[in-house]
């Protein structure tokens, strides 16, 4: 299978979706909130048709964590590359999708054997932004800043362009904050989220194990946690993942000292995430240059 790097080129003034003041980057230029993409990861596969139909059921989980930084690296285009490296790769993406279609093998959650899905069905292209943009806002307000309502619109707003991008139009998306909060909460309260037991071992391997070297393993740590108590707890407890008070309460007093306290007297250079100032570490991932590899669900 032949393999093609995907470059990342920063964007100058004009040359992007958005600009160095948009909400999309303020929020998504703290390093701390690029943590936020394995919160939603594991939001995502809370839904049983979108990991059953596709996590399951593509080359991605041949190689999950390449997957995770390739998928990174879309997103960042997105917010700080270039729009014609935008377009290039959300194409791609796209045509992706309008491959994957199939019928769930086996009941999952309150979904019957045989639930068909596709790949770019409005609605599961929806749950894949919602995490995204949920977990990057929670992540934020918790760890670095507060966001009051008009900020979570404008925020959210610049999402919905990030949605248009993978093929969503924009009645097919809550138009303002209230409205996404109203979605997102029947999303949690309803009966479409149930995290599968295959969902749950490899959420918990991927997310939890990266391949990162032994003298990182305190920081793997360090985020383990701030995704676990980040989650939320019919979901949390779906993953099989343990949550006490005692570890409630560490949660949130290591929040408020990260919030009031690290981050003000960290320099913008360890704050920010490297791909902000146009750079991508350890370097760009490689991304499958043979899209008809894509096993075809069953």
């Known amino acids: 299978m032949a393999f093609t790097p995907i470059p990342f080129r920063a964007a100058a003034p004009g040359e992007g979706y958005f600009e160095d003041d948009s909400p999309i980057r303020v929020v998504n230029r703290e390093l701390i909130v690029a943590f936020s993409g394995a919160r939603a990861l594991l939001m995502q596969a809370s ?8 996590y399951d059921r593509t080359t991605g989980l041949q190689d999950p964590h390449g997957r995770l930084a390739r ?5 960042n285009t997105i917010y700080f ?5 935008a ?3 959300t194409e791609r993406v796209r045509r992706v999708h309008s491959r994957i ?7 999952a959650g309150h979904f019957s054997a045989g639930t068909p ?6 609605q599961y292209l929806l749950w894949t932004l ?3 943009f949920e977990s990057a806002d929670l992540i934020y307000r918790l760890y670095v800043g507060s966001l009051d309502r008009d900020a979570r619109d404008a925020l959210w707003q610049d999402y919905r362009l990030v949605g248009r991008l993978f093929g969503l139009a924009d009645d097919e998306m809550p138009r303002t904050i ?7 909460r029947g999303m949690l309260e309803g009966g479409d989220l149930w995290v599968t037991p295959r969902a749950a071992e490899l959420g918990r391997a991927v997310v939890f194990h990266p391949p990162a070297p032994f003298y990182m393993w305190w920081l793997v740590e360090l985020v383990n946690f701030v995704i676990v108590g980040a989650l939320p707890r019919r979901i949390r407890a779906g993953y099989g993942l343990s949550w006490d008070p005692a570890r409630e309460v560490v949660r949130r007093g290591g929040a408020e000292y990260v919030k009031r306290v690290l981050l003000p007297l960290l320099p913008t250079v360890i704050r920010n995430t490297p791909v902000a100032g146009g750079r991508l570490l350890p370097g760009p991932p490689r991304a499958e240059d043979d899209e008809p590899a894509l096993r075809r669900a069953a």
């Not at 839904?47 to 596709?54: D, I, K, L, S, Y």
């Not at 279609?101 to 009941?107: F, Q, S």
């Not at 209230?178 to 997102?184: L, P, T, W």
């Open 81 to 85: 590359g270039r729009r014609e490296d």
């Open 47 to 54: 839904h049983p048709v979108m990991f059953e139909g596709f």
């Open 87 to 89: 377009d290039f790769q």
């Open 130 to 132: 919602a995490p995204l």
């Open 117 to 122: 899905y596709a790949a770019d069905d409005p």
């Open 178 to 184: 209230e409205d996404f909060d109203d979605y997102y």
């Open 71 to 75: 998928t990174a690296t879309v997103m």
């Open 101 to 107: 279609r199939g019928e769930l093998p086996e009941p």
